[in-house]
């Protein structure tokens, strides 16, 4: 364990804060900035996965250009794979939430409410 | 020949594309269900046609016709043709059900679209053979599941629909670290390579797996910090006990066809299916998960029943049940998985394993039967009498004999009673426990017991259930209570005689064409995912692939 490991640790705990906030929160509205926080750490974690220590001085965007080689990019460059993932990943967290936003509209306008306490039954 | 595996994605997808735009030009609500009943019935004889192929003519799909490292692959072998052709038939059953139950509700459209959206995720997730696109048709299907469990858009439909949907974005979360920290370690997202790479036992090719892992064998820290989050993820996909906590309240409140499918085909498509495609052929089948599955099992199967027997909403029943039965198809995936690890030691272990395998995926088979089929006796009661407590009907017995004698059929069958099929898998799973008591570990025995104990329950509260519906005077919801249409008919007759033409598997025959290569995956560990998983020759190109993104370093 070295300080290297300090971002993944750090999107850990913000996965945790957001599984916190689901679990514990009774506002519907918190709950969903929960299921956001979430999607934000998994995010992070992937484009950590994509950095690279051994590229021989910083590590560059995956971007290739006129001027570079495919071997330049191969030996200087970040991992691109992660980047795409997470590009699809923004997309299904998007519509995610418009999906649940929604939901919540409609249960606001139910019960007048968005205290998961005050819901009527479907507990257990 | 053509390469079948993409129409099991493209057909479902550009049904979900079509639906909603020519809902609008059929007159009526019963005659937009005829286009969505024709694609499931195409789905249904490229399912039977893919499973009466030959492993060797079904080979991996390339999308794109992009080779290896960068191309996305869709592959098929006999564990995702079994369950391909589970999803086809409960789907095309439910489909013709909602011909006439669905006439209840308005925007067929949409319906439909959303249904065949649903569809296309789960044939996805079966097919796929990478772990991102893995998820992301599980997300296909998470979406698609969410909004049609809201799709009365009832206060109780809503409420039941935003906590399936917040806790099914955390397992898809889960899902997704789990991917991140296995592409960090392997380097890998298609799965054959990843279960090559974990055999090979590699070396940490990055820095969080230099940091965690101590390098001993191929399963190191980091792959269990992975392993650790996709059985939490899929956990709570298949709703084992304790991730179970949503199923109860989304099951029930969807329309009855899609609590159908929830319960019958999506639970294990996308949880139960991926779960023993992972620990078997990615993970290499180590032991500690084989217990672990066998212990969320144990816990489901007993929870699942006890819950259930309280309950007095028929369909609220009927998903409690799911869990307690899900439970059983994961308790003898895992007896597999625990006696394959041991075998070396004794090659009876090997054969009971086999055998426990087979058991497990022909529960699986009959329980997306027979509660599929509940569920759509459930939405035919609620047709026909506008409840569904308990307490408030009666006397069906008479006034509706063709819906009476399905639920007679499906009940029997999941309580185990001969000759039904799911008399014999659970029969099957029973022995297997029994066997791997006496000639593993002692602890089979107290899962044998309860599995006993749990059938013993189930029978109980399932014999319950008909006297309440059946027996006795017709209460006043159901005085006036007639039989249902006929398409609603027709999809509920037709899987009451699968749930007895379901013994049909234990004939050689059809044994050997349908489950025995399933069985045959899941047993040959690894290596034959290898073998499968879409592994072209590199050689050839592999100088025009190092110029490609994809080859930074990491692949040999």
Redesign the interface.
């Known amino acids: 364990m070295t300080l290297d490991m300090l971002p993944y640790l750090l999107g850990f705990l913000l996965l945790v804060i957001g599984v916190y906030a689901i679990i514990a929160k009774r506002n519907l509205i918190k709950v969903i900035v929960g299921l956001l926080v979430i999607d934000y750490a998994t995010n992070l974690l992937l484009i950590l996965v994509g950095y690279r220590s051994n590229t021989g001085g910083a590590p560059m965007a995956p971007i290739l250009t006129p001027q570079l080689t495919p071997a330049q990019i191969a030996r200087h460059a970040v991992d691109p794979l992660p980047q795409a993932l997470i590009l699809t990943s923004i997309v299904i967290g998007l519509s995610v939430t418009a999906l649940v936003v929604a939901l919540a509209i409609r249960l606001y306008d139910r019960y007048g409410t968005f205290d998961t306490g005050r819901f009527r039954n479907l507990r257990g | 020949m053509q390469n079948l595996l993409p129409f099991f994605v493209a057909v479902p997808l550009a049904g979900g594309f079509l639906m909603p735009v020519l809902g609008r030009l059929f007159a009526s609500r019963r005659a937009a269900a005829v286009l969505p009943i024709l694609f499931g019935a195409a789905l249904l004889g490229l399912a039977v046609r893919l499973v009466l192929l030959p492993d060797a003519d079904t080979p991996p799909y390339w999308m794109g016709a992009w080779d290896f490292p960068i191309g996305v692959s869709l592959v098929a072998d006999g564990l995702s043709k079994f369950v391909l052709l589970v999803v086809a038939v409960v789907s095309f059953a439910a489909l013709l059900f909602s011909m006439d139950y669905m006439t209840r509700y308005t925007s067929p459209g949409l319906y439909y679209g959303l249904f065949m959206l649903m569809l296309a995720g789960m044939n996805g997730v079966v097919l796929a053979g990478d772990l ?1 696109n893995l998820f ?1 048709f599980l ?1 296909v299907a998470g ?1 698609a599941s ?2 049609l469990v ?1 799709f009365g ?1 009832e ?2 439909e ?6 399936y ?2 806790l099914g ?2 397992a ?2 889960f899902v ?2 789990a ?3 296995l ?2 370690v392997t380097g890998h ?1 298609n799965l054959a390579k990843i279960a090559e790479t974990f055999r090979a036992s590699p070396g940490p090719s ?3 797996g230099a ?1 965690l892992s101590e390098s001993k064998g191929g399963l190191t820290v980091p792959v269990y910090l992975a392993a650790a989050f996709l059985l939490m993820g899929f956990a709570l996909k298949a709703a084992l006990v304790p991730f179970h ?1 949503w199923l ?2 989304a099951h029930p409140s969807a329309p009855a066809p899609i609590s159908a499918m929830l319960s019958g085909v999506l639970i294990k498509a996308c949880g139960v299916y991926v779960l023993a495609r992972l620990v078997f052929s990615v993970f290499a089948g180590a032991e500690v998960f084989g217990i672990i599955l066998v212990v969320l099992g144990a816990l489901s199967m007993v929870t699942g029943a006890l819950l259930a027997v309280g309950q007095s909403d028929l369909k609220r029943l009927l998903a409690y049940s799911s869990i307690s039965q899900v439970g059983y198809v994961v308790v003898a995936i895992g007896t597999g998985l625990v006696l394959l690890a041991w075998s070396p030691a004794s090659a009876a272990l090997g054969a009971v394993a086999a055998l426990a395998l087979f058991g497990g995926l022909f529960h699986l088979a009959n329980h997306a039967v027979f509660k599929s089929l509940l569920f759509l006796v459930s939405g035919s009661i609620e047709h026909a009498t506008g409840t569904r407590a308990l307490e408030r009907l009666g006397g069906l017995g008479r006034r509706m004999p063709l819906t009476a004698w399905c639920l007679r059929a499906a009940a029997l069958a999941i309580s185990g009673i001969p000759p039904f099929g799911g008399f014999f898998s659970k029969f099957i799973i029973l022995l297997v426990l029994v066997q791997a008591a006496v000639l593993a570990h002692w602890a089979f025995w107290i899962v044998a017991g309860l599995a006993l104990g749990v059938a013993l329950v189930t029978l109980l509260y399932y014999a319950k259930v008909q006297r309440a519906v059946l027996g006795g005077a017709p209460s006043p919801a159901t005085a006036d209570a007639r039989e249902v249409p006929f398409g609603m008919a027709l999809a509920t007759a037709a899987l009451a005689l699968l749930c007895l033409a379901s013994a049909l598997i234990l004939h050689p025959a059809v044994k050997s064409r349908l489950v025995d290569p399933a069985v045959a995956v899941l047993t040959a560990r690894g290596s034959a995912a290898a073998e499968e998983g879409a592994t072209p020759p590199l050689a050839s190109d592999a100088a025009a692939h ?9 692949l040999p």
């Open positions: 991102f992301v997300e979406i969410y909004a809201a858009t206060a109780d809503l409420e039941a629909s935003f906590k949907l917040v974005s955390l898809s979360a997704l670290v991917i991140a920290v592409y960090n997202l990055t820095m969080l940091a906590a109860p309240d190092t110029a490609q993104p994809d080859a930074l370093g990491r």
